[in-house]
């Protein structure tokens, strides 16, 4: 699978390098355009946009084409996020990997499970990562944003924070950021009960970057990808020091709390089970969001 | 959406998989209607969305009329893991050989569709031993892999093809209806080897739900949350006394935690969503000022696309509407929160700078207020 720094950022000496090019699918809706913006204000070099019918048009400076091939022929991206409604999520989605698209970015929320299996299967074949659906997104802060996510609570550094939520992502990155961890990236699982890339993949893909120092994990209820990521945390003899934060110890059973993947079933998918996984592999696991960079810098002072 | 037993049987007696003889009824009038159709003896079960129901009596055999009318209001009347009965079944028992326990479920970890069998069922899945597994991708199960499940859990002679036809046509619904589970617990073997479903549990994919209209009549919400889908956010009631109001689903699961960990009860659990304008947001207070057992709203928010001016707006104009005469505790953060805080100084509202001291307050007050 293709190196994630190398596709958010390419090497050094590269032309394009920390300005990599994206597109965005469904620039001229009412959040693709907004979002267009805002990720151009951060930095983010927003190449083209696509939207069928507007072919020729402009949006804020950013030729729009009528499809994906187009675009990626015009401009040679491997990027593209996707904000179209749920319904027509699979057919944006396959026409982006179908196009050459090697990382691809996915925003809505309510896409049918089924959907996003058919598109992993694709995906698969074609060596594409898929971020989401459901993500909020992704950043290495203070170089390229791809995603909705707030600027302010993000700061360059060398923590890794992954999380299936959206909101508690800004929550403790801003808990880090005004502690003085400062965050290498950020990736948003996506509250979906079929991520593009898991807990595992995402730690995969991160863990080795040289210059990480931790890591943060950002889970809730449902499923079982935390479970997974601490036995893999163990078998793998990672090192660098990981906290980890649970949301929905409180929530009851058998409810879906908001996120289309936040329900427990019995034992499954509960907080507990994932908290006990997380001690099992020596991960201490905040109560609150504002804990984490306490237990962070704790866990630095116990491995110097 | 999790469908009812009654409404799971439907599906499958649509599909094919044979189901016994059964009427539904709501009320004793039509339930004795049912009962004279389908002849004593017979179980009476009631249809809740939670498991459990042999334990705490909801299911009951039913030999005459004299148990049949001390059994069915009692049934009717009860509840099984705080879910009220929402319907009876009236069903024919059947002479059973052995039980076997069959599903097709959404793996998520795995991403694919996976068959759990075992030739122990009628017991919840956790305790379902033996367990054959198999992966079976987008959830199409062949005659090859559905006839070694069989063999494996040791069926023979007719129940085996019995078998391959069942998972087959479960294996149909669990891809035409979108199902993330498709169980059926248990699978009775008869004494003529045929199988049939005498138990089921379907739960669909809700955001699917606009593909399957069909499916609408099982649909069950109440008014407020139903109202709360329409206007883009999500409301879950809950069993306490603080309504709480955030924006995004991970920071309210979050809050509901902090707020049970100071011994306060959730009312309510509402996302107002990355779509929230003011006017959902006022919507949304008007919902939760018809939760009658509200006595503070906790409002926790960390405005980013979300502005969380958006909220304070909406609150303003429910206070100018006197919406709300409830305490108000909140906590803002991030987007626009300075300004946010300016044009709630004047109001009821009570500010705080974190969270914690935010639900420290709104317990308190609700303690006080008995």
Same mark, same amino acid.
């Given at each position: 699978?293709?190196?994630?720094?190398?596709?958010?950022?390419?090497?050094?000496?590269?032309a394009?390098?920390?300005k990599?090019?994206?597109?965005?699918?469904?620039i001229?809706?009412k959040f693709?355009?907004?979002h267009?913006k805002?990720m151009?204000?951060?930095g983010?070099?927003?190449?083209?946009?696509?939207?069928p019918?507007?072919g020729?048009?402009?949006?804020?400076?950013?030729?729009?084409?009528n499809?994906?091939?187009e675009a990626v022929?015009?401009?040679?991206?491997?990027?593209?996020?996707?904000f179209?409604?749920?319904?027509?999520?699979?057919?944006?989605?396959?026409?982006?990997?179908?196009?050459?698209?090697?990382?691809?970015?996915?925003?809505?929320?309510?896409?049918?499970?089924?959907?996003s299996?058919?598109?992993?299967d694709?995906?698969?074949?074609?060596?594409?990562i898929?971020?989401?659906?459901?993500?909020?997104?992704?950043?290495i802060p203070?170089i390229?944003?791809?995603g909705?996510?707030?600027?302010?609570?993000?700061?360059?550094?060398?923590?890794a924070?992954?999380s299936?939520?959206g909101?508690?992502?800004?929550?403790v990155?801003?808990?880090?950021?005004?502690?003085?961890f400062?965050?290498?990236?950020?990736?948003?699982?996506?509250?979906?009960?079929i991520?593009?890339t898991?807990?595992?993949?995402a730690?995969?893909?991160?863990?080795?970057?040289?210059?990480?120092?931790?890591?943060?994990?950002?889970g809730?209820?449902?499923?079982?990808?935390?479970?997974?990521?601490?036995?893999r945390?163990?078998?793998?003899?990672?090192?660098?020091?990981?906290?980890?934060?649970?949301?929905?110890?409180?929530?009851?059973?058998?409810?879906r709390?908001?996120?289309?993947?936040?329900i427990?079933?019995?034992?499954?998918?509960?907080?507990?089970?994932?908290i006990?996984?997380f001690?099992?592999?020596?991960?201490p696991?905040a109560?609150?969001?504002?804990?984490?960079a306490?237990?962070?810098?704790?866990?630095?002072?116990?491995?110097? | 959406?999790r469908?009812?037993?009654?409404?799971?049987?439907?599906?499958?007696?649509?599909?094919?998989?044979?189901?016994?003889?059964?009427?539904?009824?709501?009320?004793?009038?039509?339930?004795?209607?049912?009962?004279e159709?389908?002849?004593?003896?017979? #179980?009476?079960k009631?249809?809740?969305?939670?498991?459990?129901?042999?334990?705490?009596?909801a299911i009951?055999?039913?030999?005459?009329?004299?148990?049949?009318?001390?059994?069915?209001?009692q049934?009717?009347?009860?509840s099984?893991?705080?879910?009220?009965?929402?319907?009876?079944?009236?069903?024919?028992?059947?002479?059973?050989?052995?039980?076997?326990?069959?599903?097709?479920?959404?793996?998520?970890?795995?991403?694919?569709?996976?068959?759990?069998?075992?030739?122990?069922?009628? #017991?919840?899945?956790?305790?379902?031993?033996?367990?054959?597994?198999?992966?079976?991708?987008?959830?199409?199960?062949?005659?090859?892999?559905?006839?070694?499940?069989?063999?494996e859990i040791?069926?023979?002679?007719n129940?085996?093809?019995?078998?391959?036809?069942?998972l087959?046509?479960l294996?149909?619904?669990?891809?035409e209806?979108?199902?993330?589970?498709?169980?059926?617990?248990?699978?009775? #073997?008869?004494?003529?080897?045929?199988?049939?479903?005498?138990?089921?549990?379907?739960?669909?994919?809700?955001?699917?739900?606009?593909?399957?209209?069909?499916?609408?009549?099982f649909?069950?919400?109440?008014e407020?949350e139903?109202?709360?889908?329409?206007?883009?956010?999500?409301?879950?009631?809950?069993?306490?006394?603080?309504?709480?109001?955030?924006?995004?689903a991970?920071?309210?699961?979050?809050t509901?935690?902090?707020?049970s960990?100071?011994?306060?009860?959730?009312?309510?659990?509402?996302?107002?969503g990355?779509?929230?304008?003011?006017?959902? #947001?006022?919507?949304?207070?008007?919902?939760?000022s018809?939760?009658?057992?509200v006595?503070?709203?906790?409002?926790?928010?960390?405005?980013?696309i979300?502005?969380?001016?958006?909220?304070?707006?909406?609150?303003?104009?429910?206070?100018?509407?006197?919406?709300?005469?409830?305490p108000?505790?909140?906590?803002?953060?991030?987007?626009?929160?300075?300004?946010?805080?300016?044009?709630?100084?004047?109001?009821?509202?009570?500010?705080?700078?974190?969270?914690?001291?935010?639900?420290?307050?709104?317990?308190?007050?609700?303690?006080?207020s008995?």
């Amino acid at each position: 699978m293709a190196n994630i720094f190398e596709l958010l950022q390419g090497k050094e000496g590269d032309a394009d390098y920390n300005k990599k090019p994206v597109i965005v699918q469904g620039i001229t809706g009412k959040f693709g355009s907004l979002h267009t913006k805002l990720m151009q204000e951060y930095g983010t070099n927003i190449v083209a946009g696509v939207t069928p019918g507007k072919g020729g048009q402009k949006f804020e400076n950013i030729p729009i084409y009528n499809s994906v091939k187009e675009a990626v022929d015009a401009t040679g991206s491997k990027i593209s996020i996707l904000f179209v409604p749920a319904k027509f999520f699979l057919g944006a989605a396959k026409e982006a990997i179908e196009a050459g698209i090697k990382l691809l970015v996915a925003i809505p929320e309510h896409v049918p499970v089924r959907d996003s299996l058919i598109m992993l299967d694709l995906a698969k074949k074609n060596d594409v990562i898929i971020i989401g659906p459901n993500t909020p997104g992704i950043m290495i802060p203070e170089i390229i944003k791809i995603g909705i996510m707030p600027a302010s609570p993000f700061k360059s550094g060398d923590i890794a924070l992954l999380s299936k939520s959206g909101t508690l992502m800004y929550e403790v990155a801003n808990n880090l950021t005004e502690a003085g961890f400062g965050q290498t990236i950020t990736l948003g699982i996506g509250g979906d009960p079929i991520n593009g890339t898991r807990l595992i993949d995402a730690f995969e893909m991160v863990k080795d970057t040289p210059n990480l120092k931790g890591m943060v994990v950002v889970g809730e209820i449902g499923g079982d990808a935390e479970e997974v990521l601490a036995q893999r945390i163990i078998d793998s003899n990672f090192k660098k020091p990981i906290v980890a934060y649970i949301a929905g110890r409180a929530a009851p059973k058998e409810k879906r709390m908001g996120h289309a993947g936040a329900i427990v079933y019995g034992n499954y998918g509960s907080a507990e089970s994932k908290i006990s996984m997380f001690n099992k592999a020596n991960i201490p696991v905040a109560k609150r969001p504002g804990e984490v960079a306490m237990l962070l810098a704790g866990k630095f002072e116990k491995s110097d | 959406m999790r469908l009812l037993e009654y409404q799971a049987k439907q599906l499958f007696s649509e599909f094919g998989i044979k189901i016994p003889k059964g009427l539904t009824s709501k009320d004793v009038e039509q339930g004795r209607k049912d009962a004279e159709e389908l002849g004593f003896p017979f #179980v009476i079960k009631s249809q809740v969305p939670v498991g459990g129901r042999g334990k705490v009596g909801a299911i009951q055999k039913c030999h005459n009329q004299d148990e049949f009318n001390l059994k069915y209001p009692q049934i009717l009347e009860m509840s099984v893991k705080g879910e009220k009965t929402r319907a009876i079944l009236l069903e024919k028992m059947a002479e059973i050989k052995k039980e076997l326990y069959l599903s097709l479920f959404l793996n998520r970890g795995k991403r694919c569709y996976t068959i759990i069998a075992s030739s122990e069922g009628g #017991v919840e899945i956790e305790s379902v031993k033996n367990q054959v597994i198999r992966e079976v991708g987008l959830g199409d199960v062949d005659k090859q892999v559905a006839e070694e499940v069989a063999k494996e859990i040791g069926l023979k002679g007719n129940s085996v093809t019995e078998f391959v036809d069942m998972l087959q046509k479960l294996s149909r619904l669990t891809i035409e209806k979108e199902a993330e589970l498709a169980e059926i617990n248990p699978v009775a #073997v008869l004494n003529d080897g045929s199988l049939i479903a005498l138990d089921g549990k379907v739960i669909t994919d809700d955001n699917s739900n606009f593909r399957h209209a069909e499916l609408e009549k099982f649909q069950e919400r109440s008014e407020l949350e139903e109202r709360a889908e329409k206007s883009g956010f999500t409301l879950i009631e809950l069993d306490g006394n603080i309504a709480v109001i955030g924006n995004g689903a991970g920071l309210v699961m979050s809050t509901l935690d902090m707020l049970s960990d100071n011994g306060g009860k959730a009312a309510c659990f509402l996302d107002v969503g990355g779509g929230a304008t003011p006017e959902s #947001v006022y919507e949304a207070l008007t919902l939760i000022s018809k939760i009658k057992k509200v006595k503070g709203i906790l409002v926790n928010l960390f405005g980013g696309i979300v502005k969380t001016t958006t909220v304070a707006s909406a609150f303003i104009k429910a206070y100018d509407e006197k919406l709300i005469d409830k305490p108000v505790f909140a906590r803002l953060m991030g987007a626009e929160s300075d300004k946010s805080k300016e044009m709630l100084k004047e109001t009821k509202t009570k500010l705080f700078d974190s969270v914690e001291a935010a639900i420290n307050a709104a317990v308190m007050e609700v303690r006080k207020s008995g």
